[in-house]
């Protein structure tokens, strides 16, 4: 939940899975969490919000990226390599959130340089539970750049 202090962020979430989306969208209402969450469905169409290409044209840069792995396209770790090898993106913070616990992934994922990895829990109030730490900690603890371009 943002506090007063805290200024709302341009959330995107790279995610397939409607009833993952639903669960994200459910938790970001359910924690009266201020942040706008932008939604792509395919690592294609998340490249094309990065860069503000085709139907994305003049979307806002993110402040905070979730990212599922296992995506048609382009999968997440292909679109985790493309953000963190291109100066004007690597700056955002990208959070996988994904459903492998497979330590293949999540080795890989840090070696691409993810700022964190999130199981996700298929409980849907640990779910919540954990998009709500997510926001907690990169809308209220930490400090993230803002419009580095």
């Known amino acids: 939940m943002t506090t007063p202090a805290a200024t709302p962020i341009n959330v995107l979430l790279v ?3 409607p009833g993952d989306e ?3 969208r459910e ?3 359910d924690n009266k969490i201020g942040n706008t969450l932008h939604v792509v469905r395919d690592g294609e169409e998340a490249l094309d919000f990065l860069y503000q290409r085709e139907q ?3 979307a806002p840069r993110p402040d905070l990226i979730l990212l599922d792995l296992n995506l048609p396209k382009y999968d997440g770790r292909q679109v ?3 953000i963190k090898s291109d100066a004007e993106l690597s700056l955002i913070p990208v959070v996988v959130l994904t459903t492998s616990a497979a ?3 999540i080795l890989r ?3 691409l340089h993810a700022n964190a990895y999130v199981t996700k829990p298929v409980d849907l109030d640990q779910f919540i539970a954990a998009v709500r730490q997510i926001d907690d900690f990169f809308v209220q603890v930490v400090k993230l ?3 580095a371009r």
């Open 103 to 105: 330590e293949e992934d």
């Open 22 to 24: 639903l669960m994200t």
């Open 27 to 29: 938790a970001f209402e």
């Open 109 to 111: 994922s840090y070696r």
């Open 145 to 147: 750049p803002r419009n």
């Open 15 to 17: 995610e397939d899975d």
């Open 80 to 82: 985790l390599e493309q």
């Open 56 to 58: 994305h044209a003049g």
